[in-house]
């Protein structure tokens, strides 16, 4: 199983991914972890971002073909699904 760490930026609410130590705003510049030991490490060193009160809820979810497999974070991944105008999804018009 391959997955992902996600959390939410507590300033502005964006979606953010882990990237070794730190967030990027893009899924497909995120760090993927095939091994579930390094997968929780870097849960365990993302919350130390939330008690800097920097993110919030950070956790993993399953990715496989380099997708989520959630509609969740399918969702999450693409920007706010009321208005295409908005977000990320807007960048790729």
Known sequence: MVQMLTANRLIDGRVLYW????????LEDAERFTDTAAAEAALTAAKDFVARNLVVNPYLFEIKDGRPVKEREIIRAAGPSVRTDLGKQADHV
């Open 19 to 26: 990237k070794e130590g730190g967030w990027v705003e893009t």
